[in-house]
């Protein structure tokens, strides 16, 4: 009993635990949603009726589509399955024998149901010079059978499908691609990161930006959208005039008047100051319009660049048409429950 409580400590410390991420914040993947959906949460909540399925999913697809955010999006899905959790392992970490699954396989059974997630699968590489690489694999193999007949839900996820062992990715039976986000899936993922700076932004200025920014993946977008958000810091930093002016206490009910904010020299009240010299706790961020964050957000995109290029793209093809969505060895009862 002692050991299984030292093993459930050490499982307790892959739980993910719920975030600000909820399901519908996660733009596009509308298919995949569907699916984890029909793989994930039916199977936990219809567990007699399902319980012929090979619960074993392996989301594929470059890297910043959003899998990991899709994994995050997912917990707040699991509130339909009372004392069901989410466990997040990292291959490198099995790899590197930080982990051991072997010694973890008596808590997860004892803890389901439960939702079993490794990142970075490909890492289990077949490499007849790793030892380690080796006994890995063959821990993650021996896992996966000896936990098939309980509550227990295996994703993995990979950005190098082609890394993958076949032996590994023979084993998750349902095998999902999670293609680049279309102008649509870009302009929800725009809106949904700029929503509490600037509102206002007008939707034909956002579908324009979302178009010119083809190619470019959710995290691609996230990070246009911090490159911008720094701008405003490293404004701070060159600014030679600031002025006092009333802003909100960060921590408390009431006005402050006297915040200093960058300005210009022939401002009313300007005062020469560096950032250095002004008092850093005092020190208030202009307030960006929407004109001026569509604007920054518009000249930035030439500095920040897609992260997956073309080719990567083309490289995923043949996985996309092998791995898009299969059903073929699908329970009929997911049928029927799709076509309601």
Not at 48 to 65: F, P, Q
Request: proline share 5%; hydrophobic share 40%.
């Amino acid at each position: 009993m002692a050991s299984l409580w030292r093993q459930a400590r050490n499982l307790e410390q892959h739980r993910l635990e719920p975030s600000s991420v909820m399901w519908e914040d996660v733009a596009g993947l509308k298919d995949a949603k569907s699916f984890l959906q029909l793989f994930v949460i039916v199977p936990l909540i219809e567990r007699e009726r399902t319980a012929n399925i090979k619960k074993r999913i392996l989301l594929v697809g470059a890297a910043g589509v959003g899998k990991t955010y899709l994994v995050q999006g997912l917990v707040s899905e699991l509130h339909a399955v009372p004392g069901c959790y989410l466990y997040v392992l990292y291959a490198e970490d099995l790899w590197r024998n930080r982990v051991r699954l072997r010694d973890l396989r008596e808590t997860i059974r004892a803890f389901s149901p439960c939702v079993v997630v490794i990142d970075g699968v490909d890492i289990l590489k077949v490499d007849p010079r790793a030892d380690e690489t080796t006994s890995a694999r063959v821990d993650l193999l021996e896992t996966l059978e000896h936990l098939k007949d309980y509550d227990t839900i295996f994703i993995g996820l990979t950005n190098k499908p082609w890394d993958l062992d076949p032996s590994i990715r023979d084993r998750f039976y349902t095998q999902i691609y999670l293609p680049m986000p279309d102008a649509d899936a870009r302009n929800r993922i725009l809106r949904n990161l700029v929503a509490g700076e600037a509102s206002a932004i007008g939707d034909m200025e956002c579908r324009s930006l979302s178009e010119r920014l083809a190619g470019f993946s959710g995290a691609d977008i996230s990070r246009l959208v911090r490159h911008v958000d720094m701008e405003q810091i490293r404004a701070l930093q060159r600014a030679s005039h600031f002025k006092r002016v009333t802003g909100p206490s960060s921590t408390q009910p009431f006005m402050i008047h006297d915040f200093l904010t960058p300005c210009e020299p022939n401002d009313p009240g300007a005062m020469v100051m560096t950032f250095d010299q002004a008092a850093h706790d005092n020190v208030l961020l202009p307030e960006m319009t929407a004109a001026d964050l569509w604007a920054d957000l518009w000249n930035s995109v030439d500095t920040i660049k897609p992260s997956v290029t073309e080719d990567m793209v083309q490289r995923f093809l043949p996985f996309q048409q092998a791995l898009d969505f299969r059903y073929s060895r699908v329970d009929p009862y997911f049928s029927s429950f799709e076509s309601h």
